[in-house]
């Protein structure tokens, strides 16, 4: 069972990841940029983390009782998917087709970047 101080450095950690968020989305407002606000706020994060500014350890606890619970987030997205049946019928096979397209193109995108990376890294 965790800790109160255990407890309270989760918190600090989901604030600290939620600051962030909110900074890019604030950025996105201010700066009127066509990007989502939870993108801004992951390249804010990663540019932190680049500089040195936040260390992994600061986060990994509470990124870690995110991602061990991030099921729990897709609940009322999926409850609210129920509404759709008409769409889902129409055109369910063309989402499915695209939601496919999109993830091979990400899968690909992703390991051509980690083997360009990983070329880099050991020459």
Do not use: D
Not at 71 to 79: G, L, Y
Not at 98 to 103: C, F
């Amino acid at each position: 069972m965790a800790t109160l101080k255990q407890l309270l450095k989760i918190a600090f950690q989901i604030l600290l990841l939620w600051l962030v968020f909110r900074c890019g989305s604030y950025v996105v407002t201010f700066l009127h940029l066509a990007l989502p606000g939870n993108v801004a706020g992951m390249l804010l994060m990663f540019a932190l983390l680049a500089a040195g500014v936040v260390k992994p350890v600061q986060i990994e606890a509470g990124g870690g009782f995110l991602l061990k619970h991030f099921a729990f987030f897709f609940i009322p997205i999926s409850v609210g998917l129920m509404a759709f049946g008409p769409l889902m019928r129409q055109s369910g096979l063309t989402l499915l087709a695209v939601l496919l397209a999109s993830a091979g193109v990400g899968v690909l995108v992703t390991g051509l970047t980690v083997q360009l990376l990983h070329g880099r890294s050991s020459r």
